[in-house]
């Protein structure tokens, strides 16, 4: 089955300073993952994923993350925090099921990042 | 585009009370479409998944004829919580997904709907 983990539950960096966000992931098959974005009162919103194409993946807002297969990981990083980005983020696996019928998504629990002015 | 939007955005019930929760695609057609709830400081779980037209498949653990959902359309589908009780006090999300937009892995979600039964 799969799963992901979030090792943060809580990440505060300054305003300007680079941001590090881990995710590892646990997968049967050569998985599909999404960090997703939660800003309160709001929808979730997908900022990147990684369908076995380029292990580097670009996103919004500036945002990427890097498939690491050896390393099971696929952390969400950003160069320079600004205020805006405080919100909480999400990686998910997508479950392919039997010959990704299902394509259900998994959630990781979460980490919260704050940025500090 | 792929815009999802929910209705209500909060609402407050008496236990014992039914409510509805409505769930639409704004601009594409949602061949499918997912329940989650999420408990503070907790992750999203699924509930259920819904193809229009056709009944849920419910996950595990969740009761069908506590949450019942339709799916009537392409771009709506309904979670009604019949007898609410205290515990059922959550923040409820639906998501979106369209065959045509970006694959189907991808899901849209909306802002969510928070629940709380006295």
């Known amino acids: 089955a799969q799963s992901v983990t979030q090792l943060d539950s809580h990440v505060s960096v300054s305003e300007g300073t680079p941001v590090l966000l881990r995710c590892n992931y646990s997968s049967s098959y050569s998985p599909s993952l999404f960090w997703y974005v939660q800003h309160p009162n709001k929808g979730l919103q997908l900022l990147l994923k990684?369908?076995?194409?380029?292990?580097l993946v670009k996103g919004i807002n500036g945002f990427e993350a890097e498939f690491k297969k050896s390393e099971t990981s696929f952390h969400l990083t950003k160069p320079s925090a600004h205020m805006s980005d405080a919100a909480e983020y999400f990686c998910v696996v997508s479950d392919q099921g039997h010959g990704g019928a299902t394509n259900k998504l998994i959630f990781g629990t979460g980490t919260l990042l704050a940025v500090q002015p | 585009g792929a815009v999802v939007s929910q209705h209500p955005s909060w609402v407050i019930c008496k236990s014992g009370t039914s409510v509805k929760i409505e769930c639409r695609s704004l601009d594409f057609q949602a061949t499918t479409m997912f329940w989650y709830r999420q408990f503070p400081k907790q992750s999203l779980m699924l509930m259920a998944t819904s193809n229009e037209g056709s009944k849920a498949t419910y996950e595990q653990g969740v009761e069908k004829d506590k949450f019942l959902i339709n799916h009537a359309s392409l771009t709506l589908s309904t979670l009604t919580v019949t007898s609410a009780h205290p515990e059922d006090s959550s923040f409820y999300i639906c998501?979106?997904?369209?065959?045509?937009?970006?694959?189907?892995?991808?899901?849209?979600f909306g802002p969510g709907t928070r629940l709380l039964v006295l």
């Open positions: 990684y369908t076995s194409a380029a292990t």
């Open positions: 998501s979106a997904r369209s065959r045509r937009l970006a694959g189907l892995e991808t899901q849209y």
